[in-house]
């Protein structure tokens, strides 16, 4: 079992950066990919970047490709997105998300558990 907890959501105008952070409980978060999903208003929830167990891949949806850097730091247990040149667009909700696996990544996950979300509202 694996909790998550996401933070550093906020409200920021077009073209400002936030960094969000999602800790993870449990001694095995080096056993799984992390990846962030989003869910806008009337949206469904959908798939945002994801990094391997050991950080050696990365995969980011094309929406946000060049604008966002998925990272993790195994000692800390924790997983970060740094989210640059935001749009009104990427205003949602961030989910943490984490797959059981250390298969390199190449697509989105098939999440095992999820976070609550963090809000971003970026306005125009």
């Known amino acids: 079992q694996v909790q998550l907890v996401e933070s550093g959501g906020g409200s920021v105008q077009a073209g400002g950066s936030l960094r969000l952070s999602c800790a993870a409980s449990?001694?095995?978060?080096?056993?799984?990919?992390m990846a962030w999903f989003r869910q806008a208003p009337g949206k469904e929830r959908e798939f945002v970047a994801a990094?391997?167990?050991?950080?050696?891949?990365?995969y980011y949806a094309d929406s946000v490709k060049g604008r966002f850097t998925i990272s993790r730091d195994n000692a800390k247990n924790t997983v970060y997105l740094q989210m640059n040149s935001l749009k009104p667009e990427d205003t949602a909700v961030y989910y943490c998300?984490?797959?059981?696996?250390?298969?390199?990544?190449?697509?989105?996950?098939?999440?095992?558990?999820w976070g609550q979300g963090t809000q971003v509202t970026v306005s125009s």
């Open positions: 449990g001694r095995t978060f080096s056993s799984y990919t």
């Open positions: 990094i391997s167990w050991n950080g050696g891949s990365t």
């Open positions: 998300a984490a797959e059981r696996s250390r298969a390199r990544v190449g697509g989105p996950p098939r999440p095992d558990f």
